[in-house]
């Protein structure tokens, strides 16, 4: 067997031993792990220094990634324990006397014996499991997502606990004796506390604190608020990871109504130094946003349009914090991500040109493929489904790429010879729309007709969706999937740019609409957009009638749609 470092052996007997990173030193309280295997046996031996080996290598590189409060920060909380633990003891003081069952000389010694065992425990350093994990709690970051806090955390943490446990035990016996000379506090901790209320009874709301509600309590209030709209899934991740950048820099105990303009600055500065997707590549699933903006190294950075949708994100709880009347101005409403406005002024996607439209219907996945999975190799088959329609109904429709993938076969109607696009959402099915105004009917253009589009929404089964090939995301949005693969789609048959995605054909749409000198009020009703003008909410809906006869005077010169119309090839098949 080779062998295997950090095994020594001493007397017959081996022994395991490590050197500490000297960067982790100061945290772990100690510069080498010294440990008896008890045992001469040398296969044993090296089995168990290897197992030794790979856990400390890992709890080394997940501490060096633990956040690290201060110890001030540590000892606010253990003041916070300690109060709530006294205030409790208040409840004692005035219940036990008055009941017969009680025998108040006993109480005081079992509380004499108690301050004793836990001054034991200080001296050494022990701490029973509860008050570990109670420290943790303490120490945790957020609710719904806490990082793991850093070891010497955790063991100051513990100590604060024991020395309030102390202090609260002996303010107790003292109350019960009648001693309230020695009621005060005498650890410097936690000097000039008193109690400050009864706690309240089962099922009553606690009274509220001089400064409000604390950051954390408003986040999990927000969470639980928009919980009840319903939202999706992505979107919820989003604001979670938002609060959690908060609860870095500004801390889950500050009072809301305390947060200021430089909070605010400070996030947004901290969404600017982190590098792209730090909390989901593997292994660094507990990294904290600060531990990776210092490992930066590359300077890679979130894009503009990340940074600004993430800031968005936490002053949007602020913002609402604001209209519930939880505070009375919402901080930093005009802080933004520096170089956002020209960003969004020279970055907006633009249409494909002619000759993107003219290559991407005359590639492979439109003409002819080699099989179902090689869409990009020239070939005899021809595998009409999402793939093959989906660009199409977003050429000829203006829907949106989440629109289209969540199409079902019930949102295909036809009404007096009219077939359309039934756009609605749907809470039983699942279905998601950007806005309300998004709620429409889109006349089916006459070339998705004549290119056999009714054929393909037939063969979908009842009551599903009519692209059941392009599933959804794990994040829930309908698109993410058919996003990444257009992308690649398109980078293989050298249409994409910066400047061109999915999106684009929304553009081409639009364009169109305009080149066909269709009217505003009709196009912004077929692309979904609310009409913002004066006479905008009078009369009724447009009739299908006249969007159709609109939509069906929209052309793009770069398609050749007779390539597209369904005919066998040979040695080949439509699907």
Not at 363 to 391: C, N, Q, Y
Request: glycine letters at 8%; hydrophobic letters at 40%.
């Amino acid at each position: 067997m080779p062998f295997v470092p950090r095994l020594v052996r001493r007397n017959g007997a081996y022994c395991f031993r490590m050197a500490v990173p000297k960067h982790l030193v100061a945290r772990v309280g100690r510069c080498e792990i010294k440990l008896m295997l008890k045992t001469s046996d040398t296969v044993t031996a090296k089995m168990q220094a290897r197992l030794l080996s790979n856990a400390l290598d890992k709890l080394f590189a997940a501490v060096t990634m633990m956040p690290d409060l201060t110890t001030d920060e540590i000892n606010e909380r253990i003041r916070g324990y300690f109060q709530t633990a006294l205030n409790r003891s208040m409840e004692h003081a005035q219940l036990l006397p008055g009941d017969p069952m009680v025998d108040l000389d006993e109480e005081v010694d079992f509380l004499r014996k108690q301050v004793e065992d836990l001054r034991r425990r200080l001296v050494r350093q022990t701490f029973s499991t509860v008050v570990v994990e109670t420290a943790k709690e303490l120490l945790a970051q957020s609710p719904s997502d806490p990082s793991p806090p850093a070891l010497e955390s955790v063991q100051i943490a513990c100590s604060g606990i024991l020395r309030a446990d102390i202090e609260n035990a002996r303010i107790l016996g003292a109350k019960l004796q009648g001693r309230y000379d020695e009621t005060a506090p005498t650890d410097p901790l936690f000097a000039g506390m008193t109690t400050a209320s009864l706690p309240p009874l089962p099922g009553e709301a606690a009274a509220p604190t001089p400064n409000g509600i604390t950051f954390k309590e408003l986040s999990e209030r927000y969470l639980a608020f928009k919980a009840k709209e319903g939202w999706a899934k992505k979107t919820e991740m989003d604001a979670r990871r938002a609060i959690g950048l908060g609860f870095e820099v500004i801390g889950p105990a500050k009072p809301v109504k305390q947060i200021t303009a430089a909070d605010v600055q400070a996030v947004r500065d901290l969404i600017g130094a982190v590098p792209p997707n730090f909390g989901k590549l593997k292994g660094n699933e507990t990294l904290t946003a600060k531990a990776a903006a210092e490992g930066n190294k590359k300077g890679e950075f979130l894009s503009l349009q990340t940074q600004e949708k993430t800031l968005r994100f936490f002053k949007t709880v602020l913002r609402w914090a604001c209209d519930e009347g939880i505070i009375d101005k919402l901080p930093g409403e005009k802080v933004k991500v520096p170089g956002i406005k020209k960003l969004k002024a020279i970055e907006n996607r633009h249409p494909y040109s002619k000759d993107q439209l003219t290559r991407i219907f005359a590639s492979p996945a439109f003409t002819g493929h080699k099989s179902e999975g090689r869409r990009v190799e020239k070939g005899t088959m021809l595998v009409r489904d999402g793939k093959f329609w989906i660009p199409l109904v977003a050429l000829y429709s203006g829907l949106r790429a989440g629109e289209i993938v969540q199409l079902l076969k019930a949102d295909i109607r036809e009404d007096e010879g009219i077939w359309y696009f039934d756009i609605t959402k749907s809470d039983d099915d699942g279905k998601k729309l950007k806005t309300q105004s998004s709620v429409r009917k889109v006349p089916i253009h006459a070339a998705l007709l004549s290119i056999g589009f009714l054929d393909h929404v037939k063969k979908a089964k009842d009551g599903g969706r009519i692209f059941a090939d392009i599933p959804f995301g794990n994040d829930g949005y309908p698109s993410h999937n058919w996003s990444k693969w257009w992308g690649r789609y398109t980078a293989l048959i050298n249409v994409a740019t910066p400047k061109t995605a999915f999106h684009s054909f929304r553009h081409n749409f639009k364009d169109a609409l305009q080149n066909a000198k269709v009217p505003e009020y009709v196009s912004r009703a077929l692309m979904g957009h609310a009409d913002e003008s004066v006479h905008g909410s009078y009369g009724s809906a447009l009739t299908l009638q006249l969007m159709k006869s609109e939509i069906d005077l929209i052309a793009f010169p770069g398609v050749d749609l007779l390539q597209l119309i369904a005919k066998p090839k040979k040695g080949g098949s439509h699907v």
